[in-house]
């Protein structure tokens, strides 16, 4: 059940009503597997668990920042009275994504393997919506500007989703020895390269080069690989010379509408936002409606649907307010603190999941890289994933 709701993260996507209850297929398969668990008695969560290799893991740590962000977003609710639109998203973005990830930990103390299992569960998802992408490209089914996003609402959400997966493809690509496995990597690397390619969303692309960076410096910095630095180094240069003259050109191009113009005129929309409702925010998922109701303030509006802000942290400030703020921001601290344990544990890992928070910061500056099913859940797998390998025993 782990490896399939992982593998159908996209799945959120088909979405059901009954009267006012509404859920999607990836929140139906989580609580599939939620009764499935809990009435396993003997693989019930306790408070400390016994980790595979002898120690004991406290699940203490993160109640500060987990409670912060949960008591700002059930006050920003009943601040701004969104009830039905704002636990249904607190069910959908942090309850089921949390709940999914606890009974992850729980299942890690009985299977090693899950983690390497659970991270090509993942890396094959991307696969698979990448083979789509490439039909719908042949096919021509993409934007008015030739970008790709399939079952998305934009490219830049479905390049939110491909990039983690091509981080992990890129990883086990080169940690791989046996050639047929390695065969298999590269074609589905190239495939999932392709389809966040294809995407166009170049914010997606610098956050995937910075995350990059960190990691082919980490990996090769203290080793004899110079030649694979400079290498990399040549090719990022040319990368982002390539990307920014790209960039120009469809800015200029396009002149007052373009994505970066619709960007800032959005980041001012929700500057104002946060100016009037500094501590409460405005309420989970509630950003359409007010982003609308702001619009007298900044005519023309050059983007009518911006169901988030385009940035992460203003978007935890806003939905959760000062408090939901504060607590991502402790959650951030100790994963970093965190990380340089599960580097020292298993450097090809930690180095991993630090390149995917990176990218997930990196790319949040421009994009809201959280507040939606599928990306929610990659979140607090990493944070769970990192956690794991920081108790690890060194080997």
Same mark, same amino acid.
């Given at each position: 059940?782990?490896?399939?709701?992982?593998?159908?993260?996209?799945?959120?996507?088909?979405?059901?009503?009954?009267?006012?209850?509404?859920?999607?297929?990836?929140?139906?398969?989580?609580?599939?597997?939620?009764?499935?668990?809990?009435?396993?008695?003997?693989?019930?969560?306790?408070?400390?668990?016994?980790?595979?290799?002898?120690?004991?893991?406290?699940?203490?740590?993160?109640?500060?920042?987990? @409670?912060?962000? +949960?008591?700002?977003?059930?006050?920003?609710?009943?601040?701004?009275?969104?009830?039905?639109?704002?636990?249904?998203?607190?069910?959908?973005?942090?309850?089921?994504?949390?709940?999914?990830?606890?009974?992850?930990?729980?299942?890690?103390?009985?299977?090693?393997?899950?983690?390497? $299992?659970?991270?090509?569960?993942?890396? +094959?998802?991307?696969?698979?919506?990448?083979?789509?992408?490439?039909?719908?490209?042949?096919?021509?089914?993409?934007?008015?500007?030739?970008?790709?996003?399939?079952?998305?609402?934009?490219?830049?959400?479905?390049?939110?989703?491909?990039?983690?997966?091509?981080?992990?493809?890129?990883?086990?690509?080169?940690?791989?020895?046996?050639?047929?496995?390695?065969?298999?990597?590269?074609?589905?690397?190239?495939?999932?390269?392709?389809?966040?390619?294809?995407?166009?969303?170049?914010?997606?692309?610098?956050?995937?080069?910075?995350?990059?960076?960190?990691?082919?410096?980490?990996?090769?910095?203290?080793?004899?690989?110079?030649?694979?630095?400079?290498?990399?180094?040549?090719?990022?240069?040319?990368?982002?010379?390539?990307?920014?003259?790209?960039?120009?050109? @469809?800015? !200029? @191009?396009?002149?007052?509408? @373009?994505?970066?113009?619709?960007?800032?005129?959005?980041? $001012?929309?929700?500057?104002?936002?946060? !100016?009037?409702?500094?501590?409460?925010?405005?309420?989970?998922?509630?950003?359409?409606? $007010?982003?609308?109701?702001?619009?007298?303030?900044?005519?023309?509006?050059?983007?009518?649907?911006?169901?988030?802000?385009?940035?992460?942290?203003?978007? +935890?400030?806003?939905?959760?307010?000062?408090?939901?703020?504060?607590?991502?921001?402790?959650?951030?601290?100790?994963?970093f603190q965190d990380n340089k344990k599960a580097i020292a544990n298993?450097?090809?890992?930690?180095?991993?999941?630090?390149?995917?928070?990176?990218?997930?910061?990196?790319?949040?500056?421009?994009?809201?890289?959280?507040?939606?099913?599928?990306?929610?859940?990659?979140?607090?797998?990493?944070?769970?994933?990192?956690?794991?390998?920081? $108790?690890?025993?060194?080997?």
């Amino acid at each position: 059940m782990i490896f399939s709701i992982l593998f159908l993260l996209p799945a959120y996507l088909i979405k059901i009503k009954f009267g006012w209850v509404s859920f999607n297929i990836l929140e139906l398969l989580i609580a599939i597997l939620f009764l499935i668990w809990i009435f396993n008695k003997e693989k019930k969560y306790p408070p400390t668990g016994d980790h595979p290799q002898g120690d004991k893991i406290p699940n203490t740590k993160y109640i500060l920042p987990v @409670s912060l962000i +949960f008591i700002g977003l059930i006050v920003s609710v009943l601040a701004n009275k969104n009830y039905y639109v704002g636990l249904g998203a607190i069910k959908g973005w942090f309850i089921v994504p949390i709940v999914f990830v606890i009974i992850f930990f729980d299942a890690l103390k009985y299977d090693e393997g899950l983690l390497k $299992k659970s991270l090509l569960a993942m890396f +094959f998802s991307g696969t698979a919506i990448s083979i789509v992408g490439v039909v719908y490209k042949f096919l021509g089914v993409v934007t008015f500007d030739d970008r790709l996003k399939i079952f998305w609402d934009s490219p830049n959400q479905l390049a939110m989703f491909l990039a983690v997966p091509f981080l992990i493809g890129l990883f086990f690509t080169l940690q791989e020895r046996e050639a047929r496995t390695k065969r298999l990597y590269i074609l589905s690397l190239t495939l999932v390269g392709l389809g966040l390619y294809f995407t166009y969303s170049y914010g997606a692309w610098l956050a995937v080069a910075v995350a990059l960076s960190v990691i082919i410096w980490l990996k090769y910095s203290k080793k004899d690989h110079k030649k694979y630095l400079a290498i990399f180094a040549i090719l990022l240069v040319a990368f982002l010379a390539w990307a920014s003259l790209n960039k120009y050109k @469809s800015i !200029e @191009s396009l002149g007052a509408r @373009s994505s970066l113009a619709s960007r800032v005129t959005i980041w $001012k929309s929700a500057g104002l936002m946060v !100016e009037k409702n500094p501590l409460f925010g405005i309420g989970p998922g509630n950003f359409q409606e $007010k982003y609308l109701e702001y619009q007298k303030y900044f005519p023309p509006y050059l983007e009518w649907s911006a169901p988030q802000p385009h940035n992460i942290f203003l978007a +935890f400030w806003l939905e959760s307010g000062l408090l939901g703020l504060a607590g991502f921001v402790i959650l951030l601290f100790y994963f970093f603190q965190d990380n340089k344990k599960a580097i020292a544990n298993n450097r090809g890992v930690g180095i991993l999941l630090l390149g995917i928070m990176i990218y997930i910061l990196a790319h949040g500056l421009v994009d809201t890289t959280y507040w939606r099913n599928d990306l929610a859940i990659l979140f607090w797998m990493i944070i769970a994933m990192n956690f794991y390998v920081s $108790k690890e025993k060194s080997n």
